[in-house]
Structure formats: structure tokens, C-alpha cells
């Protein structure tokens, strides 16, 4: 699950304090950043956030739907002649990233923008180092513009941009134009989904009674 995702199952858990929202997305967002967490550190509503983070992984990544779905894209990517290694990745991160896309604009959206405002506060999990790369970060995505997981070609750039780094699973650039039409022709179908998938998975991760 990606950043809406989280926040979306961290709303439903039925806390929206900026730290928890916080600390539900960020393991997504230290990778992006470069960064790494000093777990022990990671205390009160941020901590808590984290651990939702963790569940919410747990349950998600064994929703049937979702196992279905990215291996439906995957085989519609590798079909059209991307990789082994790219199109696992495309099936498994495309499907996140468009789930995504179904909550642009509400919100979810404004409370992952909360959260992104007290983004600073996770500055004491990490390394002074870690810290100031982390701030540079937070300036970079604020300054970004709007989310657009919405658009099949954006998510393709992000997915092309997120695997670059990795030589078992890079998508090559040329490529790209044919995961963003394979997305598209799949963005209904994940759609279709999303209300079942997001409510069962807050279901499992929303503490008893």
C-alpha cells in the first residue's frame, strides 16, 4: 500500500492527529528521501503511526483482490514484452500506486498533507545527517505540486523513477509509454476494488471493539 493508502486506513482507525498520520506513512517516505529511521526513537502518536503502517502492510499485501490484481497487471506488462523483474515490480507497485489514484482530491489527500506540514517532528528518529536530507526533502515535496496517481502516465514515470536505482528490476525508458497504456487499461478494474480493499484492510488493522 502507498502513502494515500496508509492514510486512508490511519483515518479509519479513528485518530487524525498530524503525528499519527505522520509516522502511518512514513517507512514509505525514508526510502524516497534517502533516509534511514532510528526505530527507538520512534515513540508516542509517531510511533503509533508506524506501527499502523506495519499492519496495515501485513493485511493488505494478503487481500485477495490485491494478489489478483497486481498479478493480472503483471502478466499484462510482461505480455508486451517488459521483463520478468520489471513487470513483478510493475504488477506489485503499479496496483498500490493507482489505489492511490481513486483517493486524490478528497479527504485523504488533505490529511496526507497534514501530516507531509509536521513532517520536521519525525526529524528526531533519524541521524543529524539523515535529518538534514530529510528536511531537503520535505522542501522538495511541498514545492512539487499536486499528487497525480490519478494519471496512468504519471504513475509510469514514478514507477520508472522508483526502479532506476535497481538493475533486476529497471524498466527500460522506452518501456515506459507501455506500462502507462497497460495502467490505464487496468485503472477501472483497480477502481472496482478500492472500496473493498481499503475498508478490509482498515477492518483488520483498527484496534478492538
Known sequence: MNILGHTYVALATG??????????????????????????????????????????????HAHAAFRAGSAALRRAVAGRGVASGPARAVGHAGWELMLDGTLIGGEVERAFHRAMAAGGRAARAMTPEHGARWAAFLDRARSAGGLRYDEPAWVADRLHAMLARRPRLRLPDDQVGTVADVLGRHAAGVSAAAPSVLDETARLVAPPG
Request: glycine share 10%; hydrophobic share 50%.
Open 15 to 60: 485518530r487524525d492527529d498530524a503525528d499519527f498520520l505522520l509516522g502511518a506513512v512514513l517507512p514509505d517516505l525514508a526510502p524516497m528521501a534517502g533516509v534511514r529511521l532510528v526505530r527507538a526513537d520512534l515513540d508516542g502518536a509517531l510511533g503509533d503511526g508506524v506501527r499502523c503502517h506495519l499492519r496495515t502492510d501485513e493485511a493488505f
